[in-house]
Every structure is written in C-alpha cells, then in structure tokens.
C-alpha cells in the first residue's frame, strides 16, 4: 500500500469516529427554541453532576450521574435535609449518612433526557465532565433546561 492510500485511510477512519462520536447536549429553552449551552464529547461512563438548592428545605441538593450511551444513570443522590422529593424509602438505593450529608446510593435509574428548570435561588449548576455551568447565571428563573445525548 502507498503512502497515500495509508493516508487516505487514516483520514476516513478519523472522520468516521467524528461522527459517530456521541455528544451530550446541554441546551437552554428561549421562547420556544433550544440554545445549546454546550456539547461534550461522551463515551460510557461520563460523569454528570447536577448541584442546586431545593427550593422548599433551602439546603443543597448533588445528583451524580454517569452516561451510559443513549441515556443517563442516576448513580446517588446527596442531600443535607430530607424532606419533599428527595429520595428515603428501601425500594430508592441504599440509604446512609456521612457528616452533614444523607445520601442514597445505588439508585441506578434509567433517565433519557434531562428536563430541569432554573428558580430564584436554587443555584442549577451542571457540572459534565469536569467543566462547571452554573446555569443560573447565565438564565432567567424558569428557563427550561435540556440535557441529552445525540
């Protein structure tokens, strides 16, 4: 084989690997249309973590996820006072405490797409693969917040 068709090789398997890379999408919904915050290069195993202040206890919320391909898994929830919409019974994970911190392990759900909201006060920051959004600098209360893979 020539140099030039080794070349030639390399060049489409590159482009084939770009594009079927697979992509998580943080996007913002603006009157109607989505506005992509950013996209991330993901493969399985990519770490997402959604940090807010619940908006009934005031006290901080973490949610850590992992993708797993065409959907997200909610791995543990961490949260500092229990209350409403937090996870508590058996059928939710393995439930402990560390220092100030609850937390609920081994939730393992299944999430296609993430739908989440900002609010006055509840500081939504997403944090995938290590780069911080705190979304609730950059968007009004009430933005509607998507998080997919595409």
Request: aromatic share 10%; no cysteine; glycine share 8%.
């Given at each position: 084989?020539?140099?030039?068709?080794?070349?030639?090789?390399?060049?489409l398997v590159l482009i084939i690997f770009k594009l079927?890379?697979?992509?998580?999408?943080?996007?913002?919904?603006?009157?109607?249309?989505?506005?992509?915050?950013?996209?991330?290069?993901?493969?399985?195993?990519?770490?997402?973590?959604?940090?807010?202040?619940?908006?009934?206890?005031?006290?901080p919320v973490i949610e850590e996820l992992e993708f797993?391909?065409?959907?997200?898994?909610?791995?543990?929830?961490?949260?500092?006072?229990?209350?409403?919409?937090?996870?508590?019974?058996?059928?939710?994970?393995?439930?402990?405490?560390?220092?100030?911190?609850?937390?609920?392990?081994?939730?393992?759900?299944?999430?296609?797409?993430?739908?989440?909201?900002?609010?006055?006060?509840?500081?939504?920051?997403?944090?995938?693969?290590?780069?911080?959004?705190?979304?609730?600098?950059?968007?009004?209360?009430?933005?509607?917040?998507?998080?997919?893979?595409?």
């Amino acid at each position: 084989m020539t140099m030039k068709k080794i070349f030639i090789a390399i060049i489409l398997v590159l482009i084939i690997f770009k594009l079927t890379e697979e992509k998580i999408y943080i996007a913002a919904e603006i009157e109607g249309s989505a506005e992509t915050v950013t996209s991330v290069a993901a493969k399985k195993g990519t770490p997402l973590v959604i940090s807010f202040i619940h908006s009934v206890q005031k006290t901080p919320v973490i949610e850590e996820l992992e993708f797993d391909g065409d959907k997200f898994i909610l791995l543990r929830t961490k949260y500092k006072s229990q209350g409403v919409g937090l996870p508590f019974m058996e059928s939710d994970g393995v439930f402990r405490e560390e220092g100030d911190w609850f937390i609920m392990d081994d939730m393992n759900r299944p999430i296609k797409n993430l739908q989440l909201r900002t609010g006055v006060g509840t500081n939504l920051t997403v944090t995938l693969n290590g780069q911080e959004f705190k979304l609730y600098e950059k968007f009004p209360a009430g933005t509607k917040i998507i998080i997919d893979a595409r």
